[in-house]
């Protein structure tokens, strides 16, 4: 579980994130809201990218400021635009970066680089160069990359916004089929319909927190 | 240029990455060593053989040269007016064997082996507080994000020639400047969420 006390976070005398408590333990999370709510702030909170300047994050009873190494092996992220967390030239490398920090043997490497491409079915693009591939593609292997790590959190910040209608469904099925417990923050409300609990940021506050059926249409009416 | 990997299963694909660095220095020092035109042709004619015998092309031999072409023709006047033109030649020659016989490297050596290699190789400069994993890892930085910024420079540069200002620098450099930042921020950030120890 993922739990937020009384969490305040700010840049210099800018207040982000006002007095937020959450505990997280659902299988699918939305986390929507307008530009510059919070939510990208919040999402990194989760695993110890930003501390909170009061309050505590913690996972699984870790606290993420003095366990960051430890927060991060259980809570993998990815980033909006791919281009940023692609580390190695080429597709196969750089699925290996992350797994060669946790000193695992070479066979059980490449088995888990077999298994993520045989997954998404970019088994063909194993000696690719990355910089080549298409803005789907590039997602996928950014996710891919995590999902070798084996976290039991999949923190996603806007991952289909860079993204075509096709890749966006092709990225939604991956996410929907992971085992990992899953938090997302979109600005597509279509991708967080059947999710178990989407809670929704207003100017650093939780404004509401429960099923997409009820938060969606607050929010959209509250859109205007 | 920036398509480096070019997979295979030669003998030279499947070689040790730290073994061809080796090699590609001791050859390179042995091609300024000389100075016999023909030694330098020789050399240059069993790189080309082997660019063959590992299913590289023609084609991607020649493609390690031409980005200096200009270079190396600045290189044979100024030599050629100076000292000699066969001087010139010399020089030129020497030059261009050495560009392909790098470029054979990283043909047929992945990013990943390569860094390994060096990273294993400057392993001798620990006690004096160098960390090789962090140099290695610099360096595939740095061979991953030159296309990506290439592509940055190209989006800027067509936004601002939309916008008729292609010609000036400050509105191409500044706009590519902040974004390489930014995007510098974030690729740091990933590497730490994706558990980057050094
Ligand atoms: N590193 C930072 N330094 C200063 N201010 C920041 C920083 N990061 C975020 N902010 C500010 O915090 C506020 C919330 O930003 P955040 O990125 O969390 O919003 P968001 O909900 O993710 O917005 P968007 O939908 O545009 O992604 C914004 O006002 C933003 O300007
Ligand atoms: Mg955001």
Redesign the pocket.
């Not at chain 1, 809201?33 to 919040?42: D, E, P, R, V, Y």
């Given at each position: 579980m993922i739990e937020l006390r009384d969490v305040d976070l700010s840049?210099?005398d800018?207040a982000?994130l006002r007095g937020v408590s959450l505990r997280l333990s659902e299988r699918r999370i939305g986390v929507i809201?307008?530009?510059?709510?919070?939510?990208?702030?919040?999402m990194r909170l989760l695993n110890g990218l930003v501390l909170p300047n009061r309050g505590t994050v913690t996972v699984d009873g870790l606290d993420t400021g003095t366990h960051g190494k430890d927060v991060r092996r259980k809570v993998g992220f990815v980033f909006q635009n791919p281009d940023n967390q692609i580390v190695f030239p080429v597709v196969e490398e750089d699925l290996a970066f992350g797994m060669k920090n946790l000193d695992l043997p070479k066979d059980q490497i490449a088995a888990r680089i077999n298994e993520v491409l045989a997954r998404y079915d970019m088994t063909d693009l194993r000696e690719y160069p990355a910089h080549l591939l298409s803005g789907g593609q590039k997602q996928l292997l950014a996710i891919s990359g995590v999902l070798v790590m084996e976290p039991d959190w999949l923190v996603l910040d806007?991952p289909t916004t860079l993204l075509d209608l096709r890749n966006t469904r092709r990225i939604a099925r991956a996410i929907d089929g992971v085992n990992q417990h899953v938090i997302m923050?979109t600005?597509d409300l279509d991708l967080i319909a059947g999710f178990d609990r989407v809670i929704l940021?207003d100017q650093?506050k939780v404004a509401l927190d429960g099923p997409p059926a009820e938060v969606v249409p607050a929010y959209e009416r509250m859109m205007g | 240029m920036l398509d480096l990997y070019s997979p295979g299963t030669s003998r030279l694909h499947r070689a040790r990455a730290g073994w061809k660095l080796l090699a590609l220095m001791a050859f390179g020092t042995a091609i300024f060593l000389t100075d016999t035109l023909w030694h330098v042709l020789a050399a240059g004619g069993v790189v080309v053989a082997l660019f063959l015998l590992s299913g590289l092309t023609l084609r991607q031999a020649w493609a390690q040269v031409r980005p200096a072409i200009w270079i190396l023709a600045i290189l044979f006047v100024v030599q050629g007016i100076i000292n000699s033109w066969a001087l010139g030649a010399f020089v030129v020659a020497r030059f261009a064997v050495l560009l392909t016989a790098a470029g054979l490297l990283t043909l047929t050596t992945r990013a990943s082996d390569m860094i390994d290699a060096i990273t294993f190789g400057l392993g001798f400069l620990r006690p004096v507080g160098v960390n090789p994993a962090k140099v290695g890892l610099t360096f595939s930085l740095a061979l991953r994000f030159i296309p990506v910024l290439g592509q940055i420079t190209q989006e800027v540069r067509e936004a601002q020639k939309a916008r008729g200002l292609e010609r000036s620098l400050i509105a191409v450099a500044l706009p590519v400047a902040i974004r390489t930042i930014k995007m510098a921020d974030d690729v740091a950030d990933a590497i730490d969420a994706r558990g980057y120890r050094p």
């Open positions: 840049f210099g800018r982000v809201g307008a530009n510059g709510s919070g939510k990208s702030s919040f806007e923050a600005h940021f650093g | -």
